[in-house]
């Protein structure tokens, strides 16, 4: 304990000189990261007022504040005396040691950066990406926040993103919407046709151009099917493809016209 206690007395000057860069070292980290958040939020409110999409703005500010963070953590080492230029090395190879072992993270800091590059969705639009569908929220480097309609939060790799078909629901103006409607083989086709028709003419909602199609599309075991294709505001597909199933179905009990349904008939023979 003597022996301590000498030795701090001999070395105060070097002990304080240390404890004081130290204390500076801790302060250039606090300071690096309130400077890295304010950059990143400052950039963000530019990026706003010029109309930059959200998905952009979050993935930008997450990698300015790891570079300023990172130039920060290179100042406190230089601090308290470690030789920046031989950690920089030594970093370089651990960094290749890492990569290797991490090609996954890598590769969906890469796919981020080409989501961000080419654009193939914006944040508020729904799209179906990676296997999931949902609104995207934002971009990170290394995942895409898509929320579902049922109000759940699905974090998605980048990669998984970029590797798989993307639809966009949103990006056109315009979509069509697909019914299969199925009568019976004892319905009038022609009177079938108008019913349809008639049910199209009375929503609103339908484009003139392009002009709906109503066609018979197949005769299938039980039910002759009938396309029909009306044209619609990306905005409304959903309510106007509920409304015409609806308004399909009621027109088409008022006109007597049979929908089919899956049945077996099934016949006894009586053996003497």
């Known amino acids: 304990m003597d022996q301590v206690m000498t030795w701090i007395s001999d070395n105060q000057e070097l002990i304080l000189s240390y404890t004081v ?24 409110k530019g990026m706003e007022k010029r109309g930059t999409d959200k998905a952009v703005i979050s993935f930008l500010g997450a990698i300015v504040r790891s570079v300023i963070f990172i130039a920060a953590v290179l100042m406190a080492l230089s601090q308290v005396g470690v030789e920046t230029t031989s950690f920089i090395a030594i970093l370089g190879a651990a960094g290749l040691a890492i990569g290797l072992s991490l090609q996954g993270s890598l590769s969906n800091m890469a796919s981020g950066v080409l989501i961000i590059l080419f654009r193939p969705f914006k944040a508020g639009e729904y799209v179906d990406a990676g296997g999931v569908s949902g609104t995207v929220e934002e971009v990170n480097i290394f995942q895409t926040i898509l929320k579902t309609p049922d109000n759940k939060v699905v974090f998605v ?24 409607i199925g009568v019976s083989y004892d319905a009038d086709l022609h009177k079938t046709k108008e019913v349809l028709e008639s049910v199209l003419k009375a929503e609103s909602r339908l484009l003139k151009d392009p002009a709906w199609n109503i066609q018979v599309h197949a005769l299938n075991s039980s039910s002759v099917d009938f396309i029909v294709r009306p044209w619609v505001k990306s905005t409304d597909y959903w309510g106007v493809y509920w409304d015409l199933m609806r308004e399909i179905k009621l027109a088409l009990d008022k006109n007597d016209i049979g929908i089919p349904y899956p049945q077996m008939d099934v016949h006894l023979h009586k053996q003497d």
């Not at 204390?23 to 400052?42: E, R, T």
């Not at 790799?157 to 299969?180: C, F, H, K, M, W």
């Open 21 to 44: 860069k130290f204390i500076v070292a801790i302060i250039i980290l606090i300071v690096g990261k309130i400077v890295a958040n304010s950059v990143a939020k400052l950039m963000g």
């Open 157 to 180: 790799p980048n990669a998984q993103i970029t590797g798989s078909p993307i639809t966009n629901y949103n990006r056109e103006d315009t979509r069509r919407v697909d019914l299969l």
